[in-house]
């Protein structure tokens, strides 16, 4: 039999606590402090920079060896031989597709891409130079007021129909959200199509024009789309995670990761990236901007750089840079002032001590941008497709959580640094402050 594995915690008092470590397939132990609250005392950590939040089966980060995986397979070999749809039955299910089971999910998803019509007038509340990411958390989380026959998120069944139907519909509301901002009709989905040209066709086809997609670009986006479709415990997740803690339904937390998503220091950052080369505007500017980077004193910071796991490469950064080279080379942008200024940054910046030091080097956002660049992609529609990728891992999150025994609502606790306990003033009797 397993020895039980122990952490002591000695308190000023004298008193030892016990506290068991648990441990997973992968990856380090973790100290079980759940016991910690009966001694009246709470542990700090702001930023979750120690706490493990749950236990998953879903998705596995090495930051130090630079590995990410989906159910046990790494990213390189989902991005390399898989599709999306494929990866989205990893994920949900927990197991590659058989064929017929693929065949089965693909039409699952494909006969639920239109939306209800009655949501296309929903868009028309919005102003049209709404940011797409602002339509997005209210089309998705107005999904719950049009879909409330599978809310019941105890019902195994309909929490599937409710990740098919999230699955199938974000991109089609994501391709709305872009045409209603220029002003062109909605374009319904082409079932006929795969999911990644559907919202290509969604996007950049018009009723008088037919979008005859590159299968080399589709390729690249369905890359974007496995890259990004989950990411463990990361900021929008532990959101979806902690909003259906309460038991809220999955359109609503779902609606809230997008929320999260956008923060630039999250999904915003590959539009981030291209909004920080625009700034940057020359080769000859990059000195002056890394340098500002570095000076604490400059909120400034090179963004698609850093990660808060991945302490060595990021994976998906490797493919992605694969990526962007053959893109630029099927598109024949090679030259292009925008690829060139990254690339130069790229190497400005890896072999700066400041960047060296601190284990910052370029994130999978730092590509994806550039990438997103080239097929045509505006730029504030770039953490849509980012939403997009991610909805299946939220959703998978979500559903994991809900089936877990040990689900609790989530309610950190906090150290309290406010006034003291004092009295009310009648306001006739309030003296200067
Ligand atoms: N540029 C300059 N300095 C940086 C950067 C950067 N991009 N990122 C971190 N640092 C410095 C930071 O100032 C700190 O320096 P010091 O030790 O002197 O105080 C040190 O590196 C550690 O940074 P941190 O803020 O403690 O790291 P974190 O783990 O809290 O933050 C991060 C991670 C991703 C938020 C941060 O690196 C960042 O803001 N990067 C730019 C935004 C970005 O590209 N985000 C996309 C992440 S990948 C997509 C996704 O998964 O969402």
Not at 47 to 58: D, E, K, R, V
Not at 218 to 241: G, K
Not at 399 to 414: A, F, H, L, V, Y
Request: charged share 25%; glycine share 6%.
């Amino acid at each position: 039999m397993e020895k039980k594995r122990i952490a002591t915690l000695s308190l000023e008092d004298g008193t030892e606590i016990e506290l068991p470590i648990m441990s997973g397939t992968l990856g380090p132990d973790v100290i079980d402090i759940r016991n910690l609250a009966k001694t009246g005392m709470f542990t700090y950590d702001p930023g979750f920079l120690s706490t493990a939040s749950c236990s998953s089966g879903i998705t596995y980060i090495d930051g130090e060896l630079g590995c990410l995986y989906y159910r046990g397979y790494p990213i390189e070999q989902l991005a390399e031989q898989s599709s999306f749809l494929e990866v989205c039955h990893l994920l949900l299910y927990g197991e590659l597709p058989m064929a017929a089971e693929k065949q089965k999910f693909e039409s699952e998803i494909n006969r639920r891409t239109m939306v209800h019509d009655q949501l296309m007038s929903f868009y028309k509340g919005f102003r049209r130079d709404a940011h797409p990411m602002a339509v997005m958390v209210g089309v998705v989380g107005a999904l719950s007021a049009f879909y409330h026959d599978t809310l019941d998120i105890t019902n195994p069944e309909h929490r599937e129909v409710s990740a098919l139907r999230l699955i199938a519909k974000v991109p089609t509301i994501a391709a709305m959200c872009y045409k209603y901002n220029i002003g062109h009709p909605f374009m319904y989905p082409d079932n006929r199509l795969g999911y990644v040209e559907n919202f290509l066709h969604m996007m950049f086809a018009t009723p008088c024009e037919q979008y005859v997609a590159n299968p080399k670009l589709v390729r690249a986006l369905e890359r974007i789309f496995i890259l990004h479709a989950d990411h463990e415990q990361n900021a929008s997740t532990s959101t979806v995670r902690l909003a259906g803690s309460s038991g809220a339904n999955p359109f609503a937390c779902v609606a809230a990761g997008i929320a999260a998503l956008w923060g630039p220091a999250h999904g915003g950052a590959n539009e981030a990236v291209l909004k920080m080369l625009e700034e940057i505007g020359d080769i000859s500017q990059i000195p002056k901007f890394v340098a500002r980077a570095k000076d604490r004193k400059d909120s400034f910071r090179l963004m698609g750089f850093g990660h808060r796991v991945y302490r060595n490469v990021d994976p998906r950064a490797r493919v992605m840079r694969e990526t962007c080279y053959e893109v630029l080379a099927e598109l024949g942008l090679q030259n292009d002032r925008m690829f060139e200024m990254a690339m130069e940054l790229e190497r400005v910046a890896l072999q700066d001590d400041y960047f060296i030091e601190r284990k910052l080097y370029p994130n999978v956002d730092f590509y994806s941008g550039i990438v997103l660049k080239a097929l045509n992609v505006p730029l504030n529609m770039f953490t849509v497709i980012f939403a997009i990728a991610r909805t299946i891992g939220w959703i998978s999150q979500w559903n994991e959580m809900i089936s877990d025994s040990e689900r609790k609502i989530g309610r950190p606790r906090q150290l309290y640094r406010g006034p003291e306990r004092r009295d009310f003033v009648p306001i006739s009797e309030r003296t200067k402050r």
